[in-house]
Each structure stands twice: as C-alpha cells, then as structure tokens.
RNA sequence: GCCGGAGUGGCGGAACGGCAGACGCAGCCGACUUAAAAUCGGCAGCCCGCAAGGGCGUGAGGGUUCGACUCCCUCCUCCGGUACCA
C-alpha cells in the first residue's frame, strides 16, 4: 500500500529508497528460484545466453556490469516473450593472476580463488542478475578439470594431440605461451608484460591447424564483421604452389636435396635470382660450405637472440649470409645462390622461399643489400623496359610475363597457372595453400591449472594416464613459487609414479594446460554441471547448443573465440557432438575504460567499486545509468557524471507510479491540461506516445540499443509528468501508459518496476505475481496514429516551415496546404516550384525553385 | 605498412538518404522555500539582430541526389588488431 504523510499541506509519498526495496525482492526472487531454469521443460521455445565467465580476480568492477547487465535484460525480455531462458554463469578460475597473486601475498592459489569466488557471488547477487546458480561451474574444480584431462587423452588417442619440440615463445615468468598471446610488436607477453624470448621445448599440441578451411566458414553465424574479420586474418590462408629446387652439386655437397619453397607468386618464377632458408631449416648445416661454417654458425646463433636485441625496429635492415651452395631453378634449370636470412621463417610456409627481388619488396631489399640480381619478370602495359625503382608488388590490368622463357608476353595469371602446371606434370611442384594459423600449444610451465595427463616411463615412453585414474590431481601443497621450473616438478610424490604399462618407475608430466582449455567446452558444462561418467550430458547439449546469443569482449577474437570454435570441431570429431559451431550469434560490448581512459586495472589504480555506487544510488540506477550511457558496442572512459540524471529519473517513474494525482508547486500549468486538448485528444495524445515508445523500446531491446532505449522511456516519464495532476490522471488512458512503463522498464531496472507492480496489483486487489513473468504488452498500432501530423516543408532542400495537416491527407492535398502555408509563400516569393517532391509517403515536402 | 572501427554542441550521445543535435549531464532563468538542498517548469549549436528573421554548421576537400551525419572518391586524426606470413 502506499503510505503517504501529510506535510506542509500537501500529500508526499513515501521517498524512493531503492536499499531497502532492492535487496528484499533479490531475497524473493532466490526464493521463489525464479531464474532457475528447468532444463527439460518441453513447451517454450529454448534460448541459450551465454555471457563470458568472469575471471576471479577479486573484486567485481564497473566493468562486470557493463558486461552483465544488458545481457540480463536480454534475459528477462526473453522471459517476458515467453521463452525458457537458460543464462548460468561461472568461474574461469584457473590462471597466471591466482598463481601470482598468491606467490606475492604467500597464499595458496586455491584459497585465494575461491576467496575471491565468494565475493563475487555476492556481487553478482546484488546487481540483481538472474543467473541460474545451480548451473554454475568452477574450472579449479577437480571434477571439472578432470574432463580437460578426459578430452585430452579422447584427443590423443583420435590423433589431435601431439607432442614435438620445437622453438616456442617463452615468457621468463610465465613460461610457455601460445602466438596469440604474445602481443605487441615488443613482442611482450600478454599477461605479465615481460619480453617474450623463443626457446627450444618438447611441448604438447593439439591439431587445430586441421581445421583452418573450416574456421574460414562463418556461414549461419550472425557474428560481428570485425571478429569475423580478424580470425579469417590470423588463420591467414594463401593459395599459391609449391615448388622443388634441387640443390646442385658442389664440392663439399652431392647435390640433389630438394628444397621446398612456397610461393603465392609462380608466374614470378622466372625472377628468382636466389634462395633465403630460415635459420631453423634443417639442411642449413648440410648445405654450408666448410669455408662459411664459421660465419653461419656466427649467424644461426645471432638469429637466436634476435627477438630480444633488435625487437624494437619493424623495418629492420635485412641480414643474412651465404651458405657457399645453390640451387637449381627447376624452370629454367639456372643455378642461384642460397642464403640463409631471419627474414624467412622457419614456422610458416616450408621455412625457404625463392627470392624474387624485382616483385618482393623484402627480396628486393635484400638483393639491394647484397648486390644481387633484380630481374624484371612481370610488367604492366608499356612498362617492359622502364627500370624498377622498387619491387613492382601491384597488380595492373593487362600484366604481362617478361623475360621469362616460353612464357614471355602471356598475361601474367594465366602463366601462372600454366608454370604450376608445368612443374606437376615433372614433379617439381604444385598447387598449393598455406595458412599462417598454427596448432594450439597447450603447456605450461605453472602450478595453477589442469595436469596434463601423460606419463613417461624409460621403457614405454609416453603413456596416457588411464581415464580410470583420472583426475590427476593438482597437489595443494606444492611449493608453487616460481624460479623458472615447473613447481609440480618439485613435489616428488606427484612427480614419481609407477608406469601403468609396465610397472616401473615413471614420472609424471608436469606441464598444465592452458586456462583457454577450460573456457573451450565451459558452456557445455553449464547444462550438466555435476554429471559424474561424461562431460557432458549429450540430450541436453543436443537440445540447448548452439548457444543462441553469446556476449563478451572483443578482445578474444582470436583467442577464445577461436578455441571454442576448434574445440566443438574437435568434439564433433571424436563423436561428442553434433554441431558445427558454438556460438550462433555472438555480440561484442565494448570495454570501459577508467577516468584515465586506460584500461581498468588494480596496478593502475583506476578501478571503479560498484559496491560504494550501490550503496548510494542502488543496483537499478547503476544498471540503468551503465545502459544509457552510449552504445554497448562502444564501451568508453568511465564518467560517474550523469548518474544523478538517472536516478532522478527512477525517481520520476516512483512518482508516477504512486502519486499520479500530486502537483508541484513550481509547476504554473498544473493541473491544466495542454492548450487545445480536451480530455479525449489528452487520453489520444497519451496513448499514442505510450504505444510509440513500446514499439521503439522493443525493436530497441531486441537490436542491443539500450541507449535509446531508456531515451525512450525518458521520454515518456516526461510526456507522463505533463498529464500528472490533471483530469486524466489516474484514468485508463494513464493506467495503461504507467503499465507500459513499467512492462518495458522491468528487464533493465528489475527492482523498481517489481516493487511497483506489485503495490499497483495489491492497490486492486490482485494476488501477488511477478513482473518478470509477465507478459510483454503489445502494440495497438491504432493508438499510435494521431489526428494531425506536422510536415517539414524546404525550399531548395532548406527547411522554410512546418505545415499542420490531418494525417490522412492525400499528397495533392497536402501539396496544395503547403503551398498555401503563409512562411512557404513568403519564402517562394512569388516564384513557381519547378518540381515538388513529396518524400517518403507525405513525411517532408520539398519545393524546388530557379 | 596492412586489416578493422570511429570522428556530430562545453560533455556522454540521437538521427529507415528526408526537421541535425532526441535523451541525459553540466549551465542559465523561474516557481516552491525564511534560506539552501531536493523537487517542478522553462531556455539553451555557433554567428549577426532588440526582435521578426537570416547566415553558417556533423574531421578536411571533392562528387552523386530535389535533398547527404548517412552513399561514392581523395585526404587528415584517434582507437583496436597485426607485425618481414613469401
């Protein structure tokens, strides 16, 4: 019931005071188990929300809730449309933070996380989200990092797991990373900042470069442009041939290896003037000659260093040195030099490359540096004998081959083909495609996180731990501070096992896996998170994935959200899954920077608390303020001015709803009605604007634009507040705009609209029921049409008036209004429209003159 | 360099090719108050003008169109990604 007081003469409702309404309706709504989501329920149509789990760094900051927030009024307006709606969440809880963290403060991993796991709990709580905690998962868990270990071996076994040594990227505190998480052009580690050094390990993989043409395909995913984008440019795929130079005879060498080259430009072919072998290439030491040994030798181990010495120049002066051998150009059988150089890599392509200096501008470069032949191969129309300035890269219409034996004057594509062609039919090469993705590097050299499940015994090598003896636990006494080896290393009861084949003494692998393991089957979890036998509960998954709408950050674009998508692949390939792909729709919010417009972050001291916010204003207005801010695609620097506007407007929406009858003193007209309006055009008018804003805010929550969407709901508190006091107040017309209000407003601001509806119920004697479950009111197109509507009439494309007319006024009609309109005379003066367009079915008129 | 995204009042930001600046913040004026806060009403892009009114305005310059913040071309600035990928 509403209390009122009576004070200096007037009613004044009781204030809006959202701490004590806020934290009782959370309380009944945990109660009622309101969100929790019944996962076998059969009749309404399924709707997977899936948010990116959080990270437990401790506290929740403002940028949680700018995550969560909207994706929870995404699922409360789902409900309101009568759909099941499943949203868990959980804790991505393994990770470098924890791991450090707890080194610096000397408490264990563990602790810490689940420490800063309850925390979070409760400030999720009292956002008022409606996560469905009983699904939640917590990755550290035991029972949830088995089934990494668990896919792991399936992985294994299936062939998608491998193990090899090769030059990994190493980051001196965090060990081994995956490329993508080396950033930056200082080449620093994602994580910890410090320079990334490359080493030469025996590490775990898992085959994802199997499915690069398949990551390619984004059809049937309604992603954003920009991630789809970014992932087709890090999986990198170049189509072009491959080609065999034999090496030729020397003194020091037989001659005859064939050396591999990958080129997008065969019909250059006839250009290459010599060959450049990555250092890491293997025939590097058999084919230097014995007098260049030293200076290649001088040369490899530079090139090791590299990373670290001349990281800071992007266009670094080519180097390299003569490996005294050459090799056969199989088209034209000339022998060219070969050199070794770190501008070729020995991880892309077949780590050699022909030298094309006149169509390379690296080539070219080097050949300049080097004093090497730059022949011209390719040339545009007029252009065959000009001199190069530079590599001649561009492609022109009508490029023809130059200079390049049987070939000379074909269009240079078509030879191309033809060269390739030529090549397959004598084996020295052919069609050909590469992809700058690599395998997954899956170890790490730290304490917090999964075990790798192998072991390895002198007599069988590497043998899978049997699932039966899965999980392999995580020992919680380990001395985990790290100096550069691995920590479980150090635990000798870990460490030391029996081998499972043979019995004899073994040890256990003591590389963990990368956290991205966790989060690539997380939400797979979520629908069966205590299931004991399987991972996953396969009639659920069939039912309930491909999520149908997943939000987070861009900044995994080539992370998470390209593991997930090769993990469900990989499922699919061991029989675990039906589907494709994860993630059906997929939004990316921006991120929220702090005042200082740099991302928010302890260190820098610039995190925003929303439990001070909370406690000053309450959970709706933050949630509303964080909504109305900007676009959620764009994210920004955190501004708190703005959240006073807000608030009042909650404010106004409680006084709406409680005291339609009051009056302001400092109002002048009130208690009148606008001028012209009777009752009837009043209730039209109010109407009319009710219904308009509940088909703008609907398309508006539907499209993500929850900025305009409070707009609009501004809008009509303020066309409501014109009413307030006045005859119509309180009447139906005013009844059903307060309902729509609320209706629209209650998946953004949950608690205010509950307490309100249900005070409105109880004022009419209805039972108690929540407005979350309610149904979402619909638009009654008739109401939005009004009698009369304005029309903007230019001159010249120059607004000069706007013109009253009926709403149904034919355009002659409307044409002979306007030209009737005093200011449209007067601003035609005298002259005759040439032409009068009429846009847009009589919504503007343009009168063209002179 | 390459690939994305973005440039609109003092600020955050609106605007199916059709009234640029909705909504809000900050500001100013007024009402209520002994007063202040809170609340309510109003003004408000810039320039000229007492006003009526006019001119100029969406990073810069061109173009298409009756009409361009919106589409096309060239360029500038900022943010994110990437880094010799042959």
């Not at 006073?644 to 400092?666: C, E, I, K, Q, Y």
């Amino acid at each position: 019931m509403t209390q009122t007081s009576e004070q200096g003469g007037r009613t004044r409702i009781e204030r809006y005071d959202p701490a004590s309404i806020e934290p009782r309706w959370q309380a009944r709504w945990a109660e009622l188990g309101l969100y929790r989501t019944d996962l076998h329920d059969r009749e309404r149509p399924r709707f997977y929300l899936l948010t990116m789990y959080p990270y437990p760094s401790g506290d929740i900051h403002i940028g949680h809730w700018y995550i969560i927030t909207p994706t929870d009024a995404i699922a409360r307006f789902h409900r309101m449309h009568g759909e099941n709606v499943f949203l868990p969440i959980g804790f991505d809880a393994f990770g470098l933070p924890a791991e450090n963290a707890a080194i610096k403060n000397n408490i264990n991993p563990r602790d810490w996380t689940m420490r800063n796991i309850d925390n979070m709990r409760r400030q999720l709580r009292s956002m008022g989200a409606t996560f469905d905690w009983d699904s939640e998962v917590v990755t550290a868990d035991p029972e949830y990092y088995r089934w990494n270990q668990w896919f792991f071996l399936q992985f294994l076994k299936a062939g998608l797991a491998y193990r090899t040594t090769s030059a990994v990227d190493w980051c001196p505190n965090d060990g081994t990373l995956a490329r993508e998480q080396v950033e930056g052009v200082d080449r620093h580690c994602w994580r910890c900042g410090a320079k990334v050094e490359k080493r030469d390990l025996a590490q775990w993989y898992l085959k994802v470069t199997n499915y690069a043409d398949e990551l390619l395909d984004f059809s049937g995913l309604q992603w954003p442009e920009p991630i789809k984008t970014q992932q087709t440019n890090w999986i990198g795929r170049s189509e072009g041939a491959e080609v065999v130079f034999e090496t030729a005879s020397s003194p020091h060498h037989p001659g005859g290896s064939p050396l591999r080259v990958f080129t997008t430009r065969p019909d250059t072919l006839f250009g290459a003037t010599f060959m450049v072998l990555a250092p890491e290439h293997p025939l590097v030491a058999e084919l230097t000659a014995p007098d260049r040994l030293a200076e290649v030798g001088a040369y490899l181990a530079q090139a090791a260093n590299r990373t670290e010495i001349d990281r800071l120049s992007t266009d670094r002066e080519k180097t390299g040195v003569a490996l005294g051998a050459e090799a056969i150009n199989p088209v034209n059988g000339e022998r060219i030099p070969i050199f070794v150089a770190d501008y070729v890599l020995g991880s892309y392509g077949t780590g050699a490359i022909m030298a094309v200096p006149a169509h390379d501008e690296r080539d070219y470069a080097f050949a300049e540096k080097f004093g090497l032949p730059i022949r011209r191969v390719v040339a545009a129309p007029g252009d065959e004998d000009r001199p190069l300035e530079g590599a001649y890269v561009a492609h022109a219409a009508g490029e023809r081959l130059v200079d390049s034996g049987p070939y000379s004057g074909q269009a240079a594509d078509e030879a191309g083909r033809a060269i390739v062609a030529e090549l397959a039919s004598r084996g020295a090469g052919k069609a050909a495609v590469t992809y700058r993705l690599r395998d997954w590097l899956v170890s790490r050299q730290r304490y917090w996180g999964a075990p790798i499940p192998v072991i390895y015994c002198d007599r069988d090598g590497i043998v899978p731990v049997p699932e039966e003896d899965l999980p392999v636990r995580l020992p919680d006494a380990v001395d985990y501070r790290g100096s550069g080896e691995n920590p479980l290393g150090r635990d000798e009861a870990f460490l030391n096992v029996t081998c499972p084949r043979c019995g004899g003494p073994a040890r256990r692998e003591t590389d963990t896996m990368d956290t991205f393991v966790d989060s690539s089957w997380y939400w797979f979890r979520y629908l069966s998170p205590e299931k004991a036998g399987a991972p996953i509960e396969r009639a659920l998954v069939d039912e309930w994935t491909p999520v149908d709408q997943y939000t987070g950050g861009s900044e995994h674009a080539v992370m998470h959200l390209l593991y997930a998508r090769e993990w469900t692949k990989m499922m699919r390939d061991i029989g675990l899954v039906a589907q494709d792909e994860p993630f059906k729709r997929l939004f990316n919010q921006g991120q929220i920077l702090g005042l200082d417009g740099e991302r928010m972050s302890k260190s820098r001291g610039n995190v925003v608390d929303p439990d001070d916010l909370v406690a000053r204003y309450g959970a709706d207005t933050i949630r509303l303020f964080l909504m109305f801010m900007g676009p959620w695609d764009q994210g920004g620097p955190w501004s708190p001015t703005g959240i006073g506007g807000v608030h009042r407007f909650l404010n106004r929406v409680w006084t709406l709803a409680l005291d339609p009858h009051g009056s302001d003193p400092g109002d002048k007209d009130a208690g009148h009605l606008p001028e012209g309006q009777g009752a009837a055009e009043a209730e039209a008018a109010l109407r009319s604007a009710a219904h308009r804003t509940l088909r703008g805010v609907t398309a508006d929550y539907e499209s993500f634009h929850f900025n305009t969407m409070v707009a609009k709901l501004m809008e009509l508190s303020n066309t409501l507040f014109r009413y307030r006091g006045t005859e119509i107040a309180g009447g139906a017309a005013w009844n059903e705009a307060i309902r729509i209000l609320l209706l629209t407003l209650a998946p953004a601001a949950p608690h205010i609209t509950e307490e309100l509806w249900s005070r409105a119920r109880a004022a009419r004697g209805e039972t108690w029921s929540s407005i979350h479950t309610a149904t979402w009111p619909d638009v009654d197109a008739s109401a939005v049409v009004e009698a009369t509507r304005e029309v903007p009439v230019q001159v010249n494309g120059k607004l000069r008036d706007l013109v009253v007319v009926p709403t149904e006024t034919s355009d002659a009609e409307l044409e002979r209004l306007v030209l009737a309109a005093p200011k449209v005379a007067a601003a035609l003066a005298g002259r005759t429209p040439r032409r009068v367009v009429i846009a847009g079915g009589g919504r503007l008129v343009n009168l063209v003159v002179g």
